[in-house]
C-alpha cells in the first residue's frame, strides 16, 4: 500500500526461505502461492483502517493494483501475475505493471529527494548501473556473469552456509585480513566469475574463510564502487544512491559513501525495508505510474523474466529534463573517474595523479594505481606507434602513479558527437586490436576531439590479449557510454562498426561477439 510519505508505506510480508542452497523456482513459486490470499488480505484491511475518506468500510480504498512484470523468477512472477490480474479484476481497478529494477531505483530516488541520481542497483541476480536520458533510463554499466548477490550465495553454498550468504559473510568478514584475489573492472562492466572461482580455490587450499570473506567485501564492492565514479564522472551527476538486496551490507554502503564524499557527490541508500526486495518499492512506483496514466490491459500484463529497465517507458518523468553533462576537460584541475587531472593548454601539458582511493584497501588501491599508470604509459606510446593519435608521454611516476603528458584536444568527445567522429574512434579500436590490446575504458570522456580529429587517452585500464572476446567488450564499453551520453545513440553505435570494418582485423568475429555479449547484459535468475 501507498502514500507519498514513504513512513507510511506498509509492507506485508511472507517471504520464503529455503532449509539450504539457493532458492528453487518452483519451491518458492508454491509458497507465494499458498502466501498470497493472507498477505493481500491483510494489505487491504490496513488499508481500510487507515483510509481517512467516507468509503463503506467493507471496501478497500484501492486506486490500482501493481505487480512486478519482471525481471525475477518466471515461476514467482507468473504467480503474482496472475494474483495481481484477479485482484484488480475483484476490485474493478486498474493494473500497472512495474519493472523490479526500475522500482529498486525510484525508490532510491524517492527517499533521497535526488533530482537526476546515477543508480547503482545490486541485487541478488543482478548488477548494473542506471541513468535517466531521453526517457529512459539508460544502463551505464552492467555485470557480464553473474549478479552479486548471487556470487556471493555461490561461494557459501561452496563453504557449506545456507542461503541467504550475503549477512553470513559480512559477519565473518568481521575476523578476517586481505588475501589477493582477481578484481575485474572493464570500462563500468564488472564480472564476478574470476574472483568466485579464486575464493573456492583459496577455501579449498585452507586459507581462512573469515580472511576471503573480508577480501571478497573488499573487492567485489570495490569493484561496484569504482565503476560508480566512473558512471558520475562520465555523466557528470553528483547524485549517487543504491538500489537492491545487497545494498544492505554495511560495507558497500561505507564505500559508496567515502567514495562520494571524496569526490563532493552525495550518496543514499534507503532503509534496509526498501533494499531488498519488497513490495513498497513496487506499489511507490505503481502510484507514480498510475498518476501518469501507464497502465495496463490484461491482455498486455503477461510478465518478462528478461525485462530490461532500458526497455521502460519513463512516462512518470516525461516533464523532466535530462541529467546534465559535467564540464569538459578545458583548463584547470578536473576530478576524473580515477585521478586528478592538472590541466595547462598555454604550456600544452597535462599531468595527471592516481590519487589514494580511501573506500578501497590499501595494499589493493596500491596495487592498481601502480599497475594502472604503468600500463598507461606503455599503452598509450605503444597505440601512438600502431597509428592511433596520443597524447606524448613526457615523465611518469609508477610508484607516485603520476604521469605527466601532452595536452590534445579542445573537448571530450561526448560534448560534439558526430558520426565521423565515432566512426573515427571505431578505426582507432580495430588498429588496437589488430595490434594484439585493449583500450580498456573507451568512453566519450576518454577520446579528445581537436577539429575532425580524436585522440585516445586514459590507458589505464587496457592490457594485452589475443582474445576476440575482449576486442568485443573493448566496443561494448564504448557502445555503452554512447547509450549513455548521446540523445540518439542508435545511428553512433552504427558508426562505430562502419569505422572498425574499415580497418581488416577479422572484425566480422569481433563483431558477431559483440552481439553475443550485448545479449548477456540481461537478468542471470537461479
Request: glycine share 10%; with cysteine.
Amino acid at each position: 500500500m501507498f502514500d507519498s510519505d514513504t513512513d507510511d508505506v506498509f509492507i506485508e510480508t511472507d517471504a520464503y526461505q529455503p532449509e539450504s542452497g539457493g532458492i528453487p523456482p518452483r519451491e518458492a513459486a508454491e509458497h507465494m502461492h499458498d502466501a498470497v490470499p493472507t498477505v493481500v488480505e491483510r494489505a487491504l484491511a490496513h488499508a481500510r483502517e487507515t483510509h481517512d475518506d467516507n468509503a463503506p468500510s467493507e471496501e478497500a480504498p484501492v486506486d490500482a493494483v501493481a505487480f512486478s512484470q519482471g525481471p525475477g523468477l518466471g515461476p514467482c512472477l507468473r504467480t503474482v501475475g496472475t494474483a495481481a490480474r484477479a485482484l484488480s479484476q475483484s476490485l474493478s481497478v486498474p493494473l500497472v505493471g512495474v519493472n523490479h529494477m526500475v522500482a529498486h531505483l525510484e525508490i532510491g530516488r524517492h527517499t533521497s529527494g535526488f533530482d537526476s541520481p546515477v543508480c547503482l542497483n545490486a541485487s541478488g541476480a543482478n548488477a548494473h548501473l542506471l541513468a535517466y536520458r531521453n526517457g529512459r533510463y539508460r544502463v551505464l554499466g552492467e555485470t557480464m556473469d553473474t549478479g552479486v548477490g548471487n556470487a556471493i550465495d555461490k561461494f557459501t553454498r561452496h563453504v557449506g552456509w545456507s542461503h541467504p550468504g550475503g549477512p553470513k559473510v559480512e559477519a565473518a568478514a568481521k575476523d578476517g585480513e586481505y588475501v589477493d584475489l582477481p578484481y575485474v573492472v572493464k570500462g563500468m562492466d564488472f564480472s564476478f566469475s574470476g574472483i568466485m572461482s579464486a575464493a573456492k580455490q583459496r577455501y579449498d587450499d585452507g586459507t581462512p574463510v573469515e580472511d576471503i570473506c573480508y577480501s571478497l567485501q573488499e573487492n567485489l564492492f570495490g569493484m561496484l564502487t569504482e565503476v560508480s565514479e566512473r558512471a558520475l564522472s562520465l555523466t557528470g551527476s553528483d547524485e549517487l544512491v543504491l538500489g537492491g538486496g545487497v545494498g544492505q551490507n554495511g560495507r558497500l554502503r561505507e564505500m559508496l559513501a567515502e567514495m562520494c564524499d571524496q569526490r563532493g557527490a552525495t550518496f543514499h541508500a534507503p532503509e534496509p525495508r526498501f533494499l531488498r526486495d519488497n513490495a513498497g518499492m513496487i506499489a511507490v512506483l505503481g502510484a507514480k505510474m498510475y498518476e501518469a496514466g501507464d497502465t495496463l490491459a490484461l491482455e498486455d500484463s503477461r510478465v518478462d523474466p528478461d525485462f530490461r529497465p532500458d526497455q521502460v517507458p519513463v512516462t512518470w518523468r516525461a516533464d523532466e529534463p535530462d541529467l546534465e553533462l559535467g564540464r569538459t576537460a578545458g583548463e584547470g584541475t578536473v576530478q576524473g573517474a580515477e585521478a586528478t587531472v592538472d590541466i595547462e593548454p598555454d604550456a600544452g601539458r597535462v599531468t595527471k595523479r592516481r590519487e589514494p582511493k580511501g573506500y578501497r584497501h590499501p595494499k589493493l588501491d596500491e596495487r592498481l594505481r601502480t599497475e594502472r599508470t604503468r600500463l598507461e604509459a606503455r599503452l598509450t606510446n605503444l597505440a601512438r606507434r600502431e597509428g592511433v593519435p596520443t597524447p606524448v608521454l613526457s615523465d611518469v611516476d609508477p610508484h607516485e602513479a603520476r604521469l605527466e603528458l601532452e595536452y590534445v584536444g579542445d573537448s571530450d568527445l561526448r560534448e560534439g558527437l558526430t558520426s565521423e567522429r565515432v566512426r573515427e574512434v571505431g578505426r582507432h579500436l580495430a588498429r588496437l586490436h589488430e595490434a594484439g590490446f585493449v583500450h580498456g575504458d573507451p568512453t566519450t570522456r576518454n577520446v579528445r576531439v581537436d577539429g575532425t580529429r580524436t585522440h585516445l587517452i586514459d590507458f589505464g585500464l587496457g592490457y594485452h590479449t589475443d582474445h576476440v572476446e575482449d576486442y568485443a567488450m573493448d566496443l561494448h564499453v564504448f557502445d555503452q557510454s554512447l547509450v549513455g551520453t548521446a540523445d540518439e545513440p542508435g545511428p553512433l553505435r552504427e558508426a562505430v562498426r562502419e569505422g572498425y570494418r574499415e580497418v581488416d582485423v577479422g572484425d566480422e568475429r569481433v563483431l558477431e561477439r559483440l552481439r553475443d555479449v550485448e545479449g548477456r547484459g540481461r537478468y542471470v535468475g537461479e
